[in-house]
C-alpha cells in the first residue's frame, strides 16, 4: 500500500447521532490521498452499525473499550501510516476542500515544519455558524492562551516519533500540552482557510476543568512562570464567567 498523505484519526463512543454527518463530510472530499481510522470506544449506540456501513471508507476501525479520547488517540497513531496525522470530533465535520487545500498548501512550507493548522467555524445544534476560530500557533501566546483551532490540523508523523503519544491523564488538554513538548523549537504554519465545521458543545466546554488543565500543562511542560500561570487562569475564567453572564441576559458577544 502507498504511503498516504494524511492519515485521520476519529475517537467515537456512543456517536450514533451525529457520525453520518461526520463521515459523509470526509467521503466528499476531493483530495483522496488519505487513510481515516477509527477508534470506537464499544459504543452501545448504533454508532458500530454506522461503521459497519461506511466499512469501505474506512481504513481501520475498531471498538474496544478505552480509557478515553486520547487513550482512542494513541492507539489510532499506532495504525497510522500518513507523512501527516490529523483528528477530528465525531460530530465535526470536514469542508469539502479541507484536505486539497492542505495539500495545496503543504507543497509551499518549508520542510522543517512539522504543525500546520487552518480554521474553524464554531457551530449551534442546528449547523449554524457562530464565530470563526483558530490564530497561528506561537509559544509565548499559547502558553497564555491556546488560540489554535486543533481539529484538522495537521502533525508531522515524527513529532509522535520524536516526543511519544498523548498523556491520557489529560482528559481535555493533551492535545495541547503535546504541543508544548517542543517549545520554542516546534515550527510551525498557517494556513489562513477554514477547513472544519466544529460543533458546540462536548468535554472541552467544560470551563473549569479546561483552564485548570491548561494551568497544569503550562507549567509542567511548557515551563511557564506559576505565578503568570495562575494570574493568567483567573484572567482567563473571570472573562468567561463574565461572558457568560452577558450571553445569560440575552447579549450577543
Not at 103 to 117: E, H, R
Amino acid at each position: 500500500m502507498t504511503k498516504p498523505l494524511i492519515s485521520l484519526i476519529i475517537a467515537t463512543y456512543n456517536s450514533g447521532s451525529f457520525l453520518t454527518y461526520c463521515l459523509d463530510s470526509i467521503e466528499s472530499q476531493s483530495f483522496k490521498d488519505f487513510e481515516l481510522i477509527i477508534i470506537d470506544g464499544n459504543s452501545t449506540d448504533q454508532t458500530v452499525d454506522i461503521l459497519k456501513k461506511y466499512d469501505k471508507s474506512i481504513n481501520y476501525w475498531i471498538s474496544e473499550k478505552d480509557s478515553g479520547i486520547y487513550d482512542a488517540w494513541n492507539k489510532g497513531i499506532a495504525q497510522a501510516k500518513g507523512t501527516w496525522i490529523t483528528f477530528l470530533g465525531s460530530d465535526d465535520a470536514l469542508y469539502p476542500t479541507a484536505f486539497d487545500d492542505y495539500a495545496n498548501f503543504l507543497s509551499t512550507i518549508d520542510k522543517d515544519v512539522k504543525y500546520v493548522s487552518s480554521k474553524l467555524n464554531l457551530t449551534d445544534g442546528d449547523r449554524n455558524v457562530i464565530k470563526t476560530l483558530g490564530l497561528p500557533w506561537d509559544w509565548k501566546t499559547c502558553r497564555l492562551q491556546n488560540v489554535i483551532a486543533h481539529p484538522g490540523s495537521l502533525h508531522h508523523s515524527e513529532l509522535y516519533e520524536k516526543y511519544g503519544l498523548y498523556d491520557t491523564s489529560y482528559k481535555i488538554c493533551a492535545d495541547f500540552e503535546f504541543l508544548l513538548r517542543p517549545g520554542k523549537y516546534l515550527k510551525s504554519a498557517f494556513m489562513d482557510k477554514i477547513t472544519v465545521k466544529m460543533q458546540q458543545g462536548g468535554i472541552s466546554t467544560n470551563a473549569a476543568n479546561v483552564f485548570i488543565e491548561h494551568h497544569r500543562a503550562a507549567i509542567a511542560t511548557g515551563e511557564l512562570n506559576p505565578f503568570l500561570a495562575f494570574f493568567f487562569l483567573n484572567y482567563q475564567f473571570f472573562k468567561f464567567r463574565i461572558k457568560s453572564f452577558i450571553r445569560k441576559m440575552g447579549m450577543k458577544i
